[in-house]
């Protein structure tokens, strides 16, 4: 399948990234979002736990928590499902089963509650579509999203060589509003 071909090239690239590469975009694409994206109107934002070399939150979590928003992370509840429960200052960390850090509570947020969402990817392609790992948690849990008349700004942080010139996306594929990578900002609208 194309997909898994396209997943498997972007992950070796993601593992040839320098750390000093990583640790500088990470600053560059946060600080971006901090510039270029309204949060202060915000009440309810996820966000992610970092895996492997995926954009770091440190900075956008510390700027959040300055206008008291609401912060959610996923969490697998099931093989198929995910929900998104709220980080708070007095958190217990579990690993999933693929070693990803999650919250463990059950103060979970319906997906049309939020205002702001911050999705991790593999790649992208030329209209927006997410490629992730390949479990479709993300499809599921958002699914009604497309739905909805109130449109949810649906971001992603990357490194510029995950966002394609190729189409692949399918019709159950998120598909991002915004994609800062530390070369550009890639709108979708």
């Known amino acids: 399948m194309v997909k898994n071909k396209i997943r498997k090239s972007l992950l070796e690239q993601g593992q040839l990234l320098s750390n000093e590469f990583v640790l500088k975009a990470n600053s560059k694409i946060q600080s971006a979002v901090i510039k270029k994206i309204d949060i202060q109107s915000s009440e309810n934002i996820l966000l992610y736990f970092p895996y492997k070399k995926e954009v770091t939150l440190d900075l956008l979590i510390k700027e959040f928590k300055k206008y008291s928003i609401n912060i959610y992370m996923p969490r697998i509840i099931s093989h198929i499902e995910m929900k998104f429960n ?30 702001l969402m911050f999705i991790p990817f593999v790649g992208v392609d030329i209209n927006g579509c997410r490629l992730g790992y390949g479990g479709g948690y993300f499809d599921r849990a958002l699914q009604n999203l497309k739905k909805d008349k109130n449109k949810i700004l649906i ?31 890639h709108s979708f609208k």
């Open 86 to 115: 709220l980080f708070g200052e007095t958190n217990s960390f579990i690993k999933n089963k693929y070693g990803i850090i999650e919250l463990d509570n059950q103060d979970f947020l319906d997906p049309l509650a939020f205002d």
């Open 155 to 185: 971001i992603g942080l990357g490194y510029e060589y995950q966002v394609l010139k190729e189409s692949f996306g399918e019709a159950h594929d998120i598909q991002y509003d915004i994609v800062i990578t530390e070369k550009d900002i």
